[in-house]
């Protein structure tokens, strides 16, 4: 049991610094999207969502008498910070930002299964916090995944109309 309660620590850990990222990508692309309102909205949404599941994370841990890792936390959120910068930069931004956030959305979703499958050997009162965030993180990606097109459509219609 000492085992599984420790690796369910460090996953929990990691999934804290891993949402703290995504907390921080999400604040930066909500800041400049203003150009593509539905997209804004949904990643308003989804921020929201964020702080949520870490304050669930958040916790978890304090159940088993720790906390998040804060070296890890900072560490991703700088990360964050740098690819915001550098998306920013480009012409495509929004499209490098959608990417991005697919490709996110589906590490937060193995990452919510795997601490579920920890949590059945070392906390079984946790399953029901992280199912919440894994639906959350599912239907984002279905979100995103659903979108690709229509936010390349309207990224193509502005290149267009600048042109």
């Given at each position: ?5 420790e690796?369910f ?5 990691n ?17 400049r999207m ?10 308003s949404e ?8 870490l ?7 304090s ?36 990417f991005?956030?697919l ?39 279905d ?21």
């Amino acid at each position: 049991m000492t085992e599984a309660r420790e690796l369910f620590i460090t996953g929990l850990r990691n999934a804290h610094a891993m949402e703290n990222q995504a907390h921080e990508m999400l604040e930066r692309q909500v800041e400049r999207m203003d150009e593509y309102p539905e997209l804004k909205a949904r990643l308003s949404e989804h921020l929201q969502e964020t702080k949520s599941q870490l304050k669930r994370l958040e916790q978890c841990l304090s159940n088993l008498d720790t906390s998040p890792s804060t070296f890890k936390d900072k560490t991703l959120a700088l990360g964050a910070n740098m690819a915001a910068m550098g998306h920013a930069m480009a012409s495509d931004e929004v499209l490098k930002n959608t990417f991005a956030n697919l490709g996110l959305e589906a590490y937060e979703i193995a990452a919510y299964k795997s601490l579920i499958k920890m949590a059945e050997a070392a906390n079984p009162g946790a399953i029901e916090s992280l199912t919440l965030s894994l639906r959350e993180e599912e239907r984002m990606a279905d979100w995103v995944a659903n979108n690709v097109d229509l936010i390349t459509a309207q990224y193509m219609q502005r290149e267009r109309a600048a042109a």
